[in-house]
C-alpha cells in the first residue's frame, strides 16, 4: 500500500479521516492511468484503514471489484452506498471491526442483490492476522493463507 498501517488504529485517531481521503485521491490518477492503458476491469483490496479507502472507490465505482481485510473506519453507510463487489474478511478478535460490526455489513449486503457481498470472520485470528503473523505458527499461516486464497479467488471471480 502507499501507506503503512499504523499498530493500533483508533476511531478517534485525527489522521484518519485526512488520510483515508489522501488514500482515496492518490488512487484515482493510478486508475485513470491503468484506464488509459487498455484495462477495464481494476480491484482494489484495502488492508486495516485502507479498506475505506477501497470502499470509497467501490463506491464512486472506479473499481469494479473490492476486498477489504480486518477493515478500520468502515461505516454501516459506506456498506450502504458500495456499488462494488465486495468480499469483507475479518478477525473473530477485533476491536476496530468487531465480528458484530462484520455481521451487520453482512445483513446490509444480503438486503442488497444488485452488490454481490461476501463476509467472513476468520476464527481465533486477531486484527492484522493476513499480514502480521508468526510463519513458524502453523494454525496462524493457514489463516492467512485462506484469506489469501479468498481475496484471489474474488478477484478471479470479478476480473476476468
Sequence with gaps: GLHPCPAIPTAGDLGSSYENDKGYEEA???IDALKSKGVTKIGAAGICWGA???????????IQAA????PSFVTVEDIKAVKAPIAILGAEIDQTSPPALL?????????????????????????????????KDA????????AHQDLLGWFAKYLK
Design 28 to 30: 484515482k490518477p493510478v
Design 52 to 62: 475505506k479507502v477501497v470502499v470509497q472507490l467501490g463506491i464512486s465505482e472506479h
Design 67 to 70: 476486498v477489504l481485510l480486518h
Design 103 to 135: 455481521k451487520q455489513f453482512e445483513e446490509i449486503l444480503d438486503a442488497r442483490p444488485e452488490v454481490d457481498g461476501f463476509v467472513k470472520i476468520f476464527p481465533g485470528v486477531a486484527h492484522g492476522w493476513t499480514v502480521r503473523y508468526d510463519t
Design 139 to 146: 494454525a496462524a499461516v493457514k489463516s492467512a493463507e485462506e
